[in-house]
């Protein structure tokens, strides 16, 4: 009997471990999306811009994981404390994680380590805000945007986060279902972006006067498509990881379909926005497939356990054809994304957070539709204040000259590819 | 003497340089260059929008021969880089006052 108990509570705490180490990994793919991002951004915007992205996306990373730290976590997930306010700074990670004991009288409820949560959600908040930092390419004052970061990783993100995730209203009153964040990670970075580039205006040229939409093509295709492709690796992080658990087999199962039905959903995405383009602009346009696949993935995030893989397949292919026709669209009213940010997080997050209706008897139309709604206008509304706020005190926008001569030696001093670049 | 110069599509480089060399031109200088001509340029799509290619790529090669075998280098390159559409480019045929080959100190049509 004495036997039998010390060998459960070892089996408790190997599969404790087991999960907590699932769960580093896939936060540490989820960090590497990074990376994805700031190739993705390096390739799409033209060469006299590109050590500004550079620098904007290192600083952002950190700048997240600082004010994640500070606040933005305990806003998200306040738990069951009773004053929220003794937990800010590192308050709440610093009162030391599980006790074996405790995990083992648990009987296995408490199944990973409480750093290791804080580590995985620090790399979603990041994500969140790497995508304001393609939307707003090529003009945007580095120092405005770094402002900008830490009151939408500090603020904007994690109270629309607690909505879902931390037990706010949208999950506990609407029944709201978003798996991994459609809504709650991209929906509300594309929301923050979209009024960051209505107050910002386009890129100089961009748009003409007679209505022409310009194209200013990116500088470094090979760049855009590694970063695309380390997202997609990143992607199995973000929604694998959001399982949360993978020690039993009925978990382990759950955790290979969300990775088949994520990769199956950014084929879907890559090879309809492919085939598209082919037909409406008579040539395949790298770009949008590349957009394509990243939409898929984004479709596939609010749920990506409920459908069959052919389904998922399905689910990522539409959200490839609306992120090329979204993508037109804004040009058409002259919302300037350099790099389709908003189309393939917003667009594309609203259809994933819906398309979850078709494959999963839990979601409700209310739920899905309300949830959509609160983020957008929270982080739609809510940032074009802070932007306008911004352009107040500091300014957002360099100045014609600047942008002319690119923003890597307005903002940074240096150049990215010193040897090679000329004005244009 | 004459100089060739010939704009011609990049492409067709290599076909041009064997026929030349197949009539005994012992040697051309080649240059990457952009311009337009009744072609004038094209319209590609980025992303769902025009942009206009004003000036295509081109090669210009230029070639001093002797006056005796003139016709038959500019039918060589004619008819190595022709393939009629719109776009194939221009042979145009200077006079050349003088050539010294550097090494020797040959001049005239040694030199060429």
Known sequence: MEETTQIAAQVTELAYALDTF??????????????????????????????????????LYSI????????GYTIMYPGDASNLFLQFGDGLLGRGDNAAADVIASGGDTYYSGLSDFFFQVVFVATAMSIVSGAVAERMKLWSFFAFAVVLTAFIYPIQGFWNWGGGFLSESFGYFDFAGSGTVHLCGAAAALAGVIVLGARK??????????????????????????????????????????????????????????NMAAAGGLVFALILSRFWFGKADLTMALN???????????????????VATSIGAVGGLIVVASIVAFDKIRIDDPVGAISVHGTAGIWGVLAVLFTNSDATFMGQFVGVISIFAWAFLVSLIVWFALKAIMGIRVSEEDEYEGVDLSECGLEAYPEFTSAE | MKMITAIIKPFKLDDVRQAVADVGIQGITVTEVKGFGRQRGHTELYRGAEYVVDFLPKAKIELAVDDAVLEQVIEAIANSARTGKIGDGKIFVTELTEAIRIRTGETGSEAV
Do not use: Q
């Open chain 1, 292 to 310: 394509g696949a990243l939409a898929g993935l984004v479709s596939i995030t609010a749920d990506p356990l409920s459908p069959s893989p052919i």
């Open chain 1, 205 to 262: 040229g961009k748009y003409g006067s007679k209505g022409e939409i310009n194209a200013i093509p990116g500088c470094n295709l090979p760049l855009a498509t590694l970063g695309t492709l380390i997202l997609w690796l990143g992607w199995f992080g973000f929604n694998g990881g959001s399982e949360l658990k993978v020690s039993d087999v009925a978990e382990a199962n759950a955790v290979s379909l969300v990775f088949v039905n994520t």
């Open chain 1, 64 to 71: 997240a994981c600082i004010m994640y730290m500070l606040c």
């Open chain 1, 22 to 59: 699932y769960f580093l990994v896939m936060g540490a793919l989820v960090m590497w999306m990074a990376a994805g991002f700031t190739m993705l951004e390096a390739g799409l915007v033209r060469a006299k811009n590109t050590a500004e992205i550079l620098t904007k996306n290192v600083g």
